[in-house]
């Protein structure tokens, strides 16, 4: 029984360890839904694949401030990008989120942006 308790903490350590989806800020109920940016790239073999989300889009602008930021991996098998919010975000009126695909794997996902 021990054993079986061992495999599941462990199992859900490694779960949380490679999850895609990735989140920061508050969204509150007055939040509106500001931009959805899809990323899609295929994978190549033995190789990392690179992506970046900007907002606002170039050539565009922003007043208003950035409240919460989710980006869903949009994969189901658990295979999806890592995400790094590198500048701005939550409090700020700008945002880059770098996506960064597992080993030999491609980018599927889904950011959300919510301001004020």
Known sequence: MKTLQ??????AIFAVAFAANASWGTKLSSS????????????KANAYVEAQIVFPVNGQ???KIIRFISVTDRFTNSSGPIATLWSGGPGYTH??????SQYSQGINAT??????
């Open 61 to 63: 602008t922003n007043t």
């Open 6 to 11: 061992i495999v599941f903490v462990l199992s």
């Open 32 to 43: 509106k839904l500001a931009s959805t940016q899809n990323v899609t790239i295929h994978k």
């Open 111 to 116: 950011a959300q942006i919510f301001t004020d």
């Open 95 to 100: 945002a880059t989120i770098q996506l960064k």
